[in-house]
Protein backbone atom coordinates (compact mmCIF):
# COMPACT_ATOMS: atom_id res chain seq x y z
CA UNK A 1 0.00 0.00 0.00
CA UNK A 2 0.79 3.37 -0.74
CA UNK A 3 1.05 6.30 1.63
CA UNK A 4 -1.55 7.98 2.58
CA UNK A 5 -3.78 5.13 2.99
CA UNK A 6 -6.57 4.85 5.62
CA UNK A 7 -6.83 2.32 8.72
CA UNK A 8 -9.72 0.77 7.96
CA UNK A 9 -8.75 0.35 4.43
CA UNK A 10 -5.50 -1.26 6.17
CA UNK A 11 -7.89 -3.33 8.49
CA UNK A 12 -9.60 -4.41 4.86
CA UNK A 13 -6.50 -5.08 3.33
CA UNK A 14 -5.08 -7.50 6.12
CA UNK A 15 -7.96 -9.68 6.81
CA UNK A 16 -8.36 -10.10 3.00
CA UNK A 17 -4.74 -11.78 2.75
CA UNK A 18 -5.32 -13.29 6.47
CA UNK A 19 -8.75 -15.08 5.03
CA UNK A 20 -6.21 -16.02 1.29
CA UNK A 21 -3.80 -17.39 3.41
CA UNK A 22 -6.51 -19.67 5.64
CA UNK A 23 -7.96 -20.78 2.06
CA UNK A 24 -4.25 -21.62 0.89
CA UNK A 25 -4.20 -23.78 3.54
CA UNK A 26 -6.92 -25.52 3.35
CA UNK A 27 -6.66 -26.49 0.08
CA UNK A 28 -5.73 -30.41 -0.25
CA UNK A 29 -2.15 -30.17 -1.34
CA UNK A 30 -3.09 -33.87 -3.71
CA UNK A 31 -5.80 -32.81 -5.43
CA UNK A 32 -5.57 -29.16 -4.77
CA UNK A 33 -9.39 -28.97 -4.22
CA UNK A 34 -10.71 -27.44 -0.93
CA UNK A 35 -10.96 -28.61 2.57
CA UNK A 36 -13.64 -28.27 5.22
CA UNK A 37 -13.32 -24.43 5.85
CA UNK A 38 -14.30 -23.45 2.52
CA UNK A 39 -17.12 -26.33 2.49
CA UNK A 40 -18.54 -25.18 5.54
CA UNK A 41 -18.48 -21.44 4.37
CA UNK A 42 -20.05 -22.31 0.72
CA UNK A 43 -22.99 -24.18 2.67
CA UNK A 44 -23.37 -21.55 4.59
CA UNK A 45 -23.62 -19.20 1.97
CA UNK A 46 -25.88 -21.55 0.39
CA UNK A 47 -28.24 -21.61 3.78
CA UNK A 48 -28.64 -17.92 3.39
CA UNK A 49 -30.58 -18.13 0.03
CA UNK A 50 -33.13 -19.33 -1.63
CA UNK A 51 -32.22 -21.12 -3.84
CA UNK A 52 -32.32 -25.30 -2.60
CA UNK A 53 -29.19 -27.24 -2.76
CA UNK A 54 -28.21 -31.12 -2.79
CA UNK A 55 -25.26 -31.94 -0.93
CA UNK A 56 -23.89 -35.06 -1.80
CA UNK A 57 -20.99 -36.95 -0.25
CA UNK A 58 -18.90 -39.24 -2.43
CA UNK A 59 -16.83 -41.85 -1.43
CA UNK A 60 -14.53 -44.99 -2.97
CA UNK A 61 -15.59 -48.33 -2.10
CA UNK A 62 -12.78 -50.72 -1.16
CA UNK A 63 -9.88 -48.26 -1.32
CA UNK A 64 -8.37 -49.37 1.76
CA UNK A 65 -7.51 -53.04 0.30
CA UNK A 66 -6.67 -51.18 -3.01
CA UNK A 67 -4.22 -48.82 -1.28
CA UNK A 68 -3.01 -51.72 0.57
CA UNK A 69 -2.28 -54.25 -2.13
CA UNK A 70 -1.43 -51.80 -4.95
CA UNK A 71 0.52 -49.23 -3.03
CA UNK A 72 0.05 -45.68 -1.94
CA UNK A 73 1.59 -43.92 -5.45
CA UNK A 74 -1.51 -45.77 -7.05
CA UNK A 75 -3.72 -45.00 -4.49
CA UNK A 76 -3.08 -41.06 -4.85
CA UNK A 77 -3.54 -41.67 -8.59
CA UNK A 78 -7.17 -43.39 -7.61
CA UNK A 79 -7.59 -40.26 -5.82
CA UNK A 80 -6.58 -38.01 -7.72
CA UNK A 81 -8.79 -39.50 -11.12
CA UNK A 82 -11.79 -38.95 -8.93
CA UNK A 83 -10.84 -35.70 -8.36
CA UNK A 84 -10.52 -34.49 -11.91
CA UNK A 85 -13.56 -36.13 -12.62
CA UNK A 86 -15.36 -34.19 -9.89
CA UNK A 87 -13.22 -31.28 -11.03
CA UNK A 88 -14.63 -31.88 -15.50
CA UNK A 89 -17.95 -31.85 -14.29
CA UNK A 90 -18.26 -28.56 -12.21
CA UNK A 91 -16.22 -26.95 -14.75
CA UNK A 92 -18.74 -27.97 -17.82
CA UNK A 93 -21.74 -26.29 -15.55
CA UNK A 94 -22.55 -23.04 -15.64
CA UNK A 95 -19.77 -20.97 -12.93
CA UNK A 96 -20.86 -21.19 -9.14
CA UNK A 97 -23.63 -23.97 -10.27
CA UNK A 98 -21.29 -26.85 -8.72
CA UNK A 99 -19.15 -26.69 -5.81
CA UNK A 100 -16.49 -29.22 -5.52
CA UNK A 101 -14.29 -29.62 -1.76
CA UNK A 102 -11.54 -32.45 -0.71
CA UNK A 103 -12.98 -33.46 2.84
CA UNK A 104 -9.49 -35.77 3.45
CA UNK A 105 -8.85 -39.31 1.92
CA UNK A 106 -11.56 -40.35 -0.61
CA UNK A 107 -13.54 -38.83 0.54
CA UNK A 108 -15.13 -35.54 -1.11
CA UNK A 109 -18.22 -33.40 -1.21
CA UNK A 110 -20.53 -31.70 -4.51
CA UNK A 111 -22.82 -29.30 -3.54
CA UNK A 112 -25.51 -28.46 -6.54
CA UNK A 113 -28.86 -27.93 -7.64
CA UNK A 114 -30.87 -31.11 -6.34
CA UNK A 115 -32.84 -31.38 -9.84
CA UNK A 116 -29.20 -32.42 -10.75
CA UNK A 117 -28.38 -35.47 -8.81
CA UNK A 118 -29.58 -38.17 -11.09
CA UNK A 119 -27.47 -36.85 -14.10
CA UNK A 120 -24.06 -36.25 -12.23
CA UNK A 121 -24.02 -39.39 -10.78
CA UNK A 122 -25.16 -41.23 -14.11
CA UNK A 123 -22.37 -39.10 -15.52
CA UNK A 124 -19.53 -40.15 -13.00
CA UNK A 125 -20.35 -43.02 -12.71
CA UNK A 126 -19.99 -43.67 -16.41
CA UNK A 127 -16.50 -42.07 -16.23
CA UNK A 128 -15.17 -43.50 -13.49
CA UNK A 129 -16.08 -46.74 -14.99
CA UNK A 130 -14.03 -46.08 -17.65
CA UNK A 131 -11.35 -44.71 -15.49
CA UNK A 132 -10.45 -47.46 -13.65
CA UNK A 133 -9.45 -49.39 -16.11
CA UNK A 134 -6.35 -47.92 -15.98
CA UNK A 135 -6.03 -50.04 -12.22
CA UNK A 136 -6.40 -53.39 -13.26
CA UNK A 137 -5.73 -55.96 -15.82
CA UNK A 138 -8.21 -57.31 -18.26
CA UNK A 139 -9.15 -60.88 -16.23
CA UNK A 140 -9.47 -58.36 -13.68
CA UNK A 141 -12.37 -56.39 -15.17
CA UNK A 142 -13.88 -59.28 -16.76
CA UNK A 143 -14.04 -60.53 -13.64
CA UNK A 144 -15.14 -57.49 -11.21
CA UNK A 145 -13.09 -58.59 -8.76
CA UNK A 146 -9.45 -58.92 -7.67
CA UNK A 147 -6.72 -61.09 -5.22
CA UNK A 148 -5.56 -58.93 -2.00
CA UNK A 149 -3.51 -60.12 0.77
CA UNK A 150 -5.39 -59.06 4.20
CA UNK A 151 -3.56 -58.58 7.32
CA UNK A 152 -2.90 -62.51 8.33
CA UNK A 153 -1.31 -62.64 4.63
CA UNK A 154 -3.99 -64.36 3.24
CA UNK A 155 -5.71 -64.41 -0.05
CA UNK A 156 -9.03 -62.74 -0.45
CA UNK A 157 -11.64 -61.59 -3.27
CA UNK A 158 -12.71 -57.78 -3.14
CA UNK A 159 -14.60 -55.74 -5.84
CA UNK A 160 -13.22 -53.02 -7.96
CA UNK A 161 -13.01 -49.70 -6.85
CA UNK A 162 -16.43 -48.19 -7.01
CA UNK A 163 -18.23 -44.78 -6.17
CA UNK A 164 -20.73 -44.05 -3.43
CA UNK A 165 -22.64 -40.92 -3.42
CA UNK A 166 -25.36 -40.17 -0.63
CA UNK A 167 -27.31 -36.79 -0.93
CA UNK A 168 -29.02 -34.79 1.21
CA UNK A 169 -31.09 -31.48 -0.13
CA UNK A 170 -32.25 -28.53 1.80
CA UNK A 171 -35.68 -28.71 0.55
CA UNK A 172 -36.25 -30.91 3.70
CA UNK A 173 -37.46 -29.18 6.32
CA UNK A 174 -35.33 -29.04 9.24
CA UNK A 175 -32.01 -29.16 7.34
CA UNK A 176 -30.62 -25.33 8.47
CA UNK A 177 -27.61 -25.78 10.08
CA UNK A 178 -23.64 -27.22 9.44
CA UNK A 179 -24.57 -29.81 12.51
CA UNK A 180 -27.16 -30.93 11.16
CA UNK A 181 -26.08 -31.01 7.54
CA UNK A 182 -22.94 -33.28 8.70
CA UNK A 183 -24.77 -35.45 10.80
CA UNK A 184 -27.47 -36.58 8.01
CA UNK A 185 -24.46 -36.51 5.49
CA UNK A 186 -22.59 -39.04 7.58
CA UNK A 187 -25.73 -40.96 7.68
CA UNK A 188 -26.54 -41.25 3.77
CA UNK A 189 -23.10 -41.90 2.83
CA UNK A 190 -23.42 -45.11 4.92
CA UNK A 191 -26.81 -46.01 3.45
CA UNK A 192 -24.88 -45.61 -0.27
CA UNK A 193 -22.12 -47.86 0.63
CA UNK A 194 -24.66 -50.59 1.76
CA UNK A 195 -25.57 -50.75 -2.09
CA UNK A 196 -23.25 -52.59 -4.03
CA UNK A 197 -21.26 -51.09 -7.07
CA UNK A 198 -21.33 -47.79 -7.97
CA UNK A 199 -24.42 -46.33 -6.31
CA UNK A 200 -26.80 -43.43 -5.02
CA UNK A 201 -28.67 -43.16 -2.03
CA UNK A 202 -30.75 -39.98 -1.77
CA UNK A 203 -32.51 -38.71 2.06
CA UNK A 204 -35.80 -38.96 0.90
CA UNK A 205 -37.33 -38.03 4.47
CA UNK A 206 -39.84 -34.92 4.36
CA UNK A 207 -38.54 -33.51 7.74
CA UNK A 208 -34.96 -33.68 9.76
CA UNK A 209 -34.96 -33.69 13.87
Known sequence: MVKPFSIPELRTRVSSIHLRQKVARDMNPLTR??????????????????????????DLDFFKPFNDSRGFDLG???IT????????????????RVFVGHV?????????????????????????KEAICQFYTREELDAGT?????????????PLLS?????????????????KIAQVAAEVKKMAKTIPGNSLFIDRRTKYP
Request: aromatic content about 8%; charged content about 25%; cysteine-free.
Open 76 to 78: DQA
Open 33 to 58: LPGNLVLKREIATRLKNVEPFAVAYI
Open 146 to 158: VEVFDRRGETMMV
Open 81 to 96: VLADLLRGYAGQQELG
Open 104 to 128: GGDDFVVILPPDDVQRFAQVLHGRW
Open 163 to 179: ISIGVLTSRRDGLDDLR
